[in-house]
């Protein structure tokens, strides 16, 4: 079975950062595109990044591009979104999703990201 | 940039009932249109893929329609666990999703 394992969330003060992880497992994750995606409390989906299965294309959001860095490392079958000068409206639950051809199939359960003073 | 336009909001309705929910699309994606539910809680589920495609162990009565910038998901008989909200996506360009509808309890 297909599982996607977010950590790393928690409450940060404005300006600061966390890293944001996704553990896979169940099927090879070298060969897939990889996203993340959050949900602010309340409001509906926002996809954040996007990286494909060899990590040569990467795009972002407008809203985070320049403070967010997505990267996978397929030996260990993970993938990162490192989150710099965070801002209260990033405030979120962060999914990592595994996109087949254009479409997120599997999701993970998320986890929380709460920038707050 | 395409902006997808989720209709209605909100609605309203009885288990039993069949729900037609609506995603309007800027400009065209084809037949590029998913549907996701979401309950409190829960990440996304994937329902329908390419406007039509029922994805893996989604029932039947979910189905899904359109092309170019109409698209439709119906729900044949809403059952108690189908009151959610539901999301659409393209896959053309980004950002990729709609702002929801909700299906609540009448």
């Not at chain 1, 297909?2 to 497992?25: D, F, H, K, T, Y």
């Not at chain 1, 996809?47 to 985070?64: K, L």
């Not at chain 2, 699309?25 to 589920?45: E, H, I, M, T």
Request: net charge neutral.
């Amino acid at each position: 079975d297909v599982q996607l394992v977010e950590s790393g969330g928690g409450l940060v003060q404005p300006g600061g950062s966390l890293r944001l992880s996704c553990a896979a497992s169940g099927f090879t994750f070298s060969s897939y595109e990889m996203n993340w995606v959050r949900q602010a409390p309340g409001k509906g989906l926002e996809w954040v990044s996007y990286i494909n299965s060899d990590g040569t294309y990467i795009y972002y959001a407008d809203s985070v591009k320049g403070r967010f860095t997505i990267s996978r490392d397929d030996a260990k079958n993970s993938l990162y979104l490192q989150l710099n000068s965070l801002r209260a409206e990033d405030t979120a639950v962060y999914y990592c999703a595994r996109e087949d051809l254009g479409y997120f199939h599997h999701w993970g359960r998320g986890t929380l990201v709460t920038v707050s003073s | 940039e395409v902006v997808l336009t989720q209709s209605p909001a909100i609605l309203s309705l009885s288990p039993g009932d069949r729900a037609t929910l609506s995603c309007r699309a800027s400009q065209s994606v084809r037949g590029y249109l998913a549907w996701y539910q979401q309950k409190p809680g829960q990440a996304p589920r994937l329902l329908i893929y390419d406007a039509s495609n029922r994805a893996t162990g989604i029932p039947a009565r979910f189905s899904g329609s359109g092309s170019e910038t109409d698209f439709t998901l119906t729900i044949s008989r809403l059952e108690p666990e189908d009151f959610a909200v539901y999301y659409c996506q393209q896959r053309s360009n980004w950002p990729p999703f709609g702002g929801g509808t909700k299906v609540e309890i009448k």
